[in-house]
């Protein structure tokens, strides 16, 4: 079955150590997000990539890092640089195409312990 | 820029009830419109969609249209279950492509038997 996969379900991180999220699409889609969500809030764009070896910045990118060496794979590294890690994690992909629709992964809960 | 607004819950329903949630958006052009729903512990699904003014878009007993005059584009559901409890998110993406999705800041809907 197509679909996207994230991985781990679940993430702990020692303060001050960087982890890295996985997604995986096997969609043939252009374009990967992450987003992030925090408790009884809506999501924020951190990071996303409408082709290979490119990427864009989004309205909260600081702390965090992503590579786009594959169309299947936009991993997400959470750095000791973000302040105020722990939340849900969503990956999403679409087609590069006039207004898509998306495609959600079943996220990523990461807690700093 | 672009921004979407919903109706803050939690909203509290009867089994058989009628489900309204009221989503307006912000938005240069004539975006595309969605609905998402999210269940516990889960990531997006895409409930509906509309692409331009006047559309409707159905899924599930779920409806919502696109009303350009009004930058609306409200959920109604005539008769919830219980198996509707979810958080809902209203989301917009410019018709360019490879443009991002805005999303609001979602409603929970919690469906009593």
């Known amino acids: 079955d197509g679909g996207i996969t994230q991985s781990p379900k679940y993430l702990f991180r020692k303060e001050g150590q960087n982890v890295t999220l996985s997604c995986e699409q096997n969609?043939?889609?252009?374009?990967m997000y992450w987003y992030r969500q925090d408790p009884g809030q809506g999501l924020r764009l951190i990071y996303y990539s409408q082709i290979v070896n490119d990427f864009q910045k989004g309205d909260i990118a600081e702390g965090y890092s992503v590579s786009r060496e594959k169309k299947e794979s936009f991993p997400l590294t959470v750095t000791s640089a973000q302040k105020n890690p722990t939340a849900f994690y969503l990956c999403?992909?679409?087609?590069?195409?006039?207004?898509?629709?998306?495609?959600f992964g079943q996220g990523t809960r990461l807690t700093v312990v | 820029g672009d921004s979407v607004t919903q109706m803050e819950g939690p909203v509290t329903l009867s089994e058989e009830a009628f489900l309204t949630i009221n989503c307006t958006y912000t938005?240069?052009?004539?975006?595309?419109l969605f609905w998402y729903v999210q269940y516990p512990g889960e990531g997006l699904q895409l409930l509906l969609k509309a692409t331009k003014a006047d559309d409707k878009g159905s899924n599930k007993g779920f409806e919502a249209t696109y009303r350009k005059e009004t930058t609306s584009f409200h959920l109604e559901k005539g008769s919830v279950q219980v198996s509707d409890s979810a958080v809902y998110f209203c989301?917009?993406?410019?018709?360019?492509?490879?443009?991002?999705?805005?999303f609001g800041g979602g409603t929970r809907v919690l469906v009593k038997p």
């Open positions: 969609l043939n889609h252009d374009a």
């Open positions: 989301a917009l993406t410019p018709r360019a492509a490879g443009n991002k999705l805005t």
């Open positions: 938005a240069t052009g004539y975006p595309s």
């Open positions: 999403a992909s679409s087609i590069y195409r006039e207004a898509p629709e998306a495609f």
